[in-house]
């Protein structure tokens, strides 16, 4: 058992805030107001959801667990929605995917014994899956709308010889994909090598076997694997047909989008 960090020594972790701050200021970034607000609320962030952990893992699992998802579902919506405000239904789509994800992950651990349906478990391990699938979303986005800006003359070559928005955008719905999923499957080759993953390093700390925390990550790691794989499937395959009209032309700009997305959601 690893000893307890005492709320004094918390204070020297300002030097780690220092570093970056640091950086900013001597190659002009702009961003030290950046940095220290980041810090500051990501502090109390934390200390605010370990009260809030602590008033739910003494509910019913019933109640404790499906309030906490929601809240987590609610918040990474309206998070990844930012990559894509311009798209009519944007918050929706991206709000259903993640709900489709959690529950398909939580359906297969619950099914196969992987965890118990208690707080303790589920909210931790749905927080990564569902944070993990926000990022990947944002990600897949914020790529579609670089390739359909970067390859507009392609996709108008393309449609004034007949081909159809499907077929137009089957190569950018491919580099788009590609993007989202790389930086994961990255991780997964060099898990274990180059880092030990948080939730195992968390479980080894807290005493837990080794063997032990590591099935515990592998459940982890492969699930968030999954959750980000359908999460950038689901959200690119819905959304790039978007970027046409329903006449079947492509939308010129990200002003044009919004009005278009405007007159959809009307």
Do not use: C
Request: glycine letters at 6%.
């Amino acid at each position: 058992m690893s000893p307890e960090i005492s709320s004094q020594s918390l204070w020297f972790l300002i030097i780690f805030v220092v570093i970056p701050l640091s950086v900013s200021y001597f190659y002009q970034l702009g961003l030290s107001r950046n940095v220290i607000v980041a810090s500051l609320r990501g502090t109390v962030q934390l200390f605010a959801i370990g009260y809030i952990l602590t008033y739910l893992f003494d509910l019913n699992a019933y109640i404790g667990i499906p309030l906490m998802v929601t809240v987590m579902l609610v918040v990474a919506s309206f998070h990844a929605r930012k990559k894509g405000k311009e798209l009519p239904h944007i918050l929706p789509v991206i709000f259903g995917g993640l709900v489709l994800v959690e529950v398909s992950v939580l359906a297969m651990w619950l099914l196969f014994g992987m965890v118990e349906f208690i707080p303790s478990e589920v909210i931790p391990m749905s927080g990564m899956v569902i944070g993990n699938s926000m990022v990947a979303m944002g990600l897949a986005l914020e790529r579609m709308k670089s390739e359909f800006t970067e390859n507009r003359g392609r996709l108008l070559a393309a449609l004034s010889l007949g081909a159809e928005p499907k077929q137009a955008s089957t190569l950018i719905v491919r580099r788009t994909l590609n993007a989202a999923l790389i930086p994961n499957v990255d991780r997964i080759k060099t898990i274990g090598l180059v880092q030990l993953p948080g939730m195992m390093t968390g479980l080894i700390l807290g005493g837990v076997e080794p063997i032990m925390a590591i099935k515990y990550q592998l459940v982890i790691s492969l699930s968030i694997f999954s959750s980000v794989s359908l999460s950038a499937m689901f959200v690119t395959l819905i959304m790039y047909r978007h970027f046409f009209t329903e006449n079947k032309q492509l939308l010129e700009s990200e002003e044009a989008m919004l009005a278009y997305a405007s007159n959809q959601e009307k």
